[in-house]
């Protein structure tokens, strides 16, 4: 499972790198979703979150004047603050964004995504867009 989700990963990147061009906001959010995972891969969760997570923290994705990611933290875990680190590292040590036109470009700007990171009790985290249904209890 986790040979097939890094070779999507890694055609995402390929795909990204090769000048394809995002046509939605929820096209964005998933490729950004995929570079977390592909740039992040020994820190992600590939099964289904766990039912009682460690901690969720909640980023505001957006742009800034260069086309690189940035976040801001819209919901932190108060207890374990170094998850929130986490997430905002796992952000910062991506490139710029994938192709996308001017008035997307514009949204991702002034408004992004939100995204959500659901941390295990072993520290590796799935991102809500990509991650599996939840075990129940």
């Known amino acids: 499972m986790r040979?097939?989700?890094?070779?999507i990963c890694a055609l995402a990147a390929l795909t990204t790198s090769l000048g394809a061009r995002a046509e939605s906001l929820d096209q964005v959010r998933r490729g950004f979703a995929q570079a977390i995972y592909q740039d992040?891969?020994?820190?992600?969760?590939?099964g289904a979150p766990q039912p009682m997570l460690r901690?969720?923290?909640v980023l505001r994705v957006r742009t800034?004047?260069?086309?690189?990611?940035?976040?801001?933290?819209?919901?932190e875990n108060d207890v374990e603050p170094g998850l929130t680190r986490k997430a905002l590292a796992s952000v910062e040590h991506l490139g710029a964004t994938a192709p996308v036109s001017g008035e997307l470009?514009?949204?991702?700007h002034?408004?992004?995504f939100v995204e959500v990171w659901l941390f295990q009790n072993d520290g590796r985290f799935a991102l809500k867009t990509l991650a599996l249904p939840q075990r129940g209890l």
């Open 55 to 57: 901690a969720v923290v």
């Open 3 to 7: 040979r097939l989700v890094a070779t």
């Open 64 to 75: 800034d004047d260069g086309g690189r990611w940035r976040a801001e933290v819209m919901r």
């Open 40 to 46: 992040s891969r020994d820190d992600i969760n590939l």
């Open 105 to 108: 470009a514009e949204q991702l």
């Open 110 to 112: 002034r408004e992004g």
